[in-house]
């Protein structure tokens, strides 16, 4: 099979973030509405078996970098099982997991045994009372103490991402890169992104003079970190402090986008700012041979759109950002 998987814009993809839910046990007001119900059902979610195989199927297309996601991908029974499915498969070298930290304590050894290498966990907050205010649950001690869990099962990299929303946590940047720096966490700032109502209620802020601005205080360099995202990153000369920058809005970074989203239920989204999609899942239960599945793939990444109109056109996503894995 041909290694190299290239949009029509000659970008290499190989990175598959790969919801495995679209529910969580959260409701962050930049997020999932509050009162949602539109989940997909169960029997409309890939199976085990037909992510493993799709997987291998980017796998031999030269998807090497797989990131598990949801929704909270924690909630879907029997994860560790499918990452150390997935971490066998032969050409993905990096398998890592987005999640937000309240199932962690439970599972973060067994992921860790399974080959998973690399976690994200999002937290918006340290002060308890705000984090429920934007999270809409008291699960701050939760997170932390996943946050502990996963420190002893010894993850190669442990990242903390903080949405900043002006008026909201943007007070709180420099403390939380000091929790990073007294637990050796990286921190990465992320721009709010105006994806379905939720996404554009948040009020944006501009991460570039938080860049500056930081830059400054932990007298910081350019740096580079392992894996497939779009962040820019700052380090101290010694390297124990790293502090991302995720700015879609203020600075994009689509001339290097290098990935595409699995939905839970199949359809593959090729950009987070716009509808381009093409749907997998009646071709996997249809009885589609790999080969013809490798086809549809490589049509849909010739469909791969150059960028996002985030700026020009902020109501064009009505999706959630939970229902593709952010």
Do not use: W
Not at 77 to 103: E, K, M, Y
Not at 119 to 134: A, K, T
Not at 135 to 145: K, S, Y
Not at 278 to 293: K, S, W
Request: charged share 25%; hydrophobic share 40%.
């Amino acid at each position: 099979m041909n290694r190299n998987l290239m949009d029509s814009f000659g970008r290499r993809i190989d990175y598959l973030r790969l919801s495995v839910t679209d529910r969580c046990d959260l409701r962050c007001t930049y997020c999932i509405p509050r009162g949602f119900k539109g989940f997909a059902e169960p029997e409309n979610r890939l199976t085990f078996d037909e992510i493993e195989r799709l997987v291998r199927i980017f796998a031999g297309l030269g998807v090497n970098k797989v990131r598990l996601t949801g929704g909270e991908p924690l909630l879907r029974r029997g994860l560790p099982q499918l990452a150390a499915r997935l971490s066998t498969i032969d050409g993905v070298t990096d398998l890592s997991l987005s999640t937000n930290g309240t199932q962690l304590a439970r599972h973060a050894a067994s992921l860790r045994n399974a080959g998973v290498a690399r976690i994200n966990v999002s937290l918006d907050s340290l002060n308890r009372s705000r984090f429920q205010r934007i999270a809409g649950r008291d699960a701050l001690p939760r997170i932390l103490e996943g946050l502990k869990e996963a420190k002893a099962a010894c993850f190669e990299l442990v990242k903390i991402n903080m949405v900043a929303m002006r008026g909201v946590n943007d007070d709180e940047i420099e403390h939380m890169a000091m929790f990073c720096v007294k637990h050796g966490f990286t921190l990465r700032l992320i721009e709010a992104m105006p994806v379905g109502d939720t996404g554009r209620s948040v009020k944006y802020l501009d991460l570039q003079p938080v860049r500056r601005g930081l830059q400054a205080r932990f007298d910081l360099i350019d740096g580079v970190m392992p894996g497939g995202g779009p962040a820019r990153y700052l380090q101290t000369a010694d390297g124990q402090f790293k502090v991302g920058f995720i700015t879609p809005i203020s600075q994009h970074f689509c001339a290097t986008c290098n990935r595409v989203r699995l939905a839970v239920d199949g359809t593959l989204h090729l950009c987070l700012g716009q509808e381009h999609q093409y749907p997998l899942q009646p071709l996997l239960r249809g009885g589609a041979t790999d080969a013809e599945l490798v086809q549809a793939i490589q049509t849909a990444i010739a469909a791969k759109p150059e960028r996002h109109d985030f700026r020009n056109h902020p109501q064009k996503i009505v999706r959630f950002m939970a229902s593709l894995g952010g």
